[in-house]
C-alpha cells in the first residue's frame, strides 16, 4: 500500500518523500500510520524550527538589537507563529489517538499557513526560508494523508 500511495500523492520534487522509506514506514503501513508519522514529523520540525527561532532571539538580544530592531520584531513574530506550529501537529496527534480525523485537513493547514506567515514576515530569504519550506512541504504531506482518512 505504501509504495502506491506515495507515488499518488507526494510530489516527486520534496526532499521530504524521502523520509517515507522502507526503513521509517513499514510496507503493511496503513492510512493512520502514515498520518501519524507525517504529523510526528512535522511536529519535530515545527518544534526543532521554534527552539532555532529562540536561539536567534537570543543571540539578537545579546548582540545589542538596537541596531536590528526590525529583525528582532521579525523574529518574534515568527517565534509566535512556529508556537502555533508546535500546537498544530500535537494537536493531530491527539486527534489520530482518539480516532477523530475530521479536523485532520485543517490543522494542516493551519501548520502551513504558519510558516508561510513566518516567511512572508522577512519579505525576502531568510536564514528561516529553509525550514519555513521543510514544514511547508511536511503540512502538504499531511493535508493530503489526512484526506486519505476521510475518504472510504
Known sequence: ????????????TLSVR??????????TADRYVLAYIAFDLAYVNATHTN????????????????????LARQLQRCHGFYGQAVQV?????????SETYFNLGLLAVAADHSARDCEVTFNAHSSLSRMNQNLRN??????????LLTIS
Do not use: Q, W
Request: glycine residues 2%.
Open 89 to 97: 501537529p500535537a494537536e493531530a496527534l491527539n486527534d489520530l489517538d
Open 18 to 27: 524521502r523520509l517515507f522509506i522502507p526503513t521509517h514506514v513499514p510496507p
Open 138 to 147: 511536511l503540512s502538504k504531506i499531511c493535508l493530503v494523508v489526512s484526506k
Open 51 to 70: 527552539d532555532y527561532i529562540g536561539s536567534l532571539l537570543k543571540n539578537v538580544a545579546t548582540t545589542n538589537h538596537s541596531k536590528r530592531p526590525e
Open 1 to 12: 500500500m505504501v509504495p502506491t500511495l506515495l507515488a499518488k500523492t507526494l510530489p516527486t
